[in-house]
């Protein structure tokens, strides 16, 4: 072949293909760049249960508290259970897996979320932050979980079956952490998942049935209903709050109360029981400054 007509040949061929790399790629306007939900283990957002709060929550010293005690109740029909039959996972996991989306007590709830959505002052946050979510016969418990800001979670694992645990932000719905595991006894810390308040969900991608929730306050006036379906918040400054309720499968309601110095006030929390209430709203209602009197005491 001629020596000229080959390097000529060469010379094209190196044309097209920088050509070619221009379209595919330099001459891509920004807009066109991935978006944050498409990315690789992420899903849509949606707006969460919990809002970021306007300003910083400050302890103060609470001389004399006062305490909301309550229930939380649903008089509709409960979710049914569901039944999982396994193939694969048998002799890991058993034959097969109950998925119970409300545990309950008559028409009481059991492992709801009650926290106060509007404090900003009050009694200091524990120095013992330390939280623990497990695998345990291949469902996560517990299914539901109040956290504060700065605290730290062990992820753990009593199954023989391998488990992929993914934290997504439902705000964002961006992923945020990955615990895997591959043997039982395992134990994944995580001293850096709870940086700000959120609502996290939790997914065992090789177990989609798998999932728990976790809310991020940081604040400390927050409890989950016991096996009662009942709950207790003390230590609160003098005010009137919203206090909310929330349960993954049940929605959630908002309800005023007003806490006094040294007293007790009882509530019964009622939720909805609409799935498509569950997980929507923006953050707490507006709040008229006729409800924020007295909101401390020093």
Not at 10 to 26: D, E, P, R, Y
Not at 119 to 138: A, H, W
Not at 142 to 166: C, E, F, I, W, Y
């Amino acid at each position: 072949m001629n020596p000229e007509m080959n390097r000529s040949k060469i010379a094209l061929a190196v044309i097209l293909v920088i050509a070619l790399g221009t379209a595919c790629s330099g001459d891509k306007p920004a807009s066109a760049a991935q978006p944050a939900a498409s990315k690789e283990g992420s899903v849509p957002p949606r707006p969460p249960v919990v809002a970021t709060p306007a300003q910083p929550y400050r302890p103060v010293n609470v001389v004399t508290g006062g305490k909301i005690t309550g229930t939380v109740e649903f008089d509709g029909a409960f979710p049914a259970d569901s039944v999982i039959q396994l193939t694969v996972e048998q002799g890991r996991c058993g034959q097969s897996v109950v998925d119970r989306r409300v545990d309950r007590r008559g028409n009481r709830v059991v492992g709801a979320a009650v926290w106060l959505t509007d404090i900003r002052q009050g009694k200091s946050i524990p120095i013992e932050r330390r939280f623990e979510l497990e695998n345990e016969d291949c469902v996560m418990v517990p299914r539901l979980q109040t956290v504060v800001t700065g605290g730290t979670l062990n992820v753990l694992s009593a199954d023989v079956a391998m488990h992929r645990n993914k934290f997504i932000d439902v705000a964002t719905g961006e992923l945020i952490a990955i615990a895997p595991f591959n043997d039982n006894g395992q134990v994944v810390p995580f001293d850096q998942l709870f940086k700000k308040t959120a609502q996290l969900e939790v997914v065992d991608e090789l177990h989609p049935w798998s999932k728990a929730s976790l809310l991020v306050l940081d604040h400390p006036y927050h409890a989950v209903s016991g096996k009662s379906g009942d709950f207790a918040i003390d230590g609160i400054p003098p005010g009137t709050y919203h206090l909310r309720a929330w349960h993954p499968s049940l929605g959630f309601v908002d309800q005023a109360v007003t806490a006094s110095g040294g007293g007790q006030a009882t509530v019964a929390m009622k939720l909805p029981g609409s799935p498509a209430a569950a997980g929507v709203s923006p953050g707490p209602p507006s709040t008229p400054e006729s409800l924020r009197s007295g909101t401390a005491a020093h």
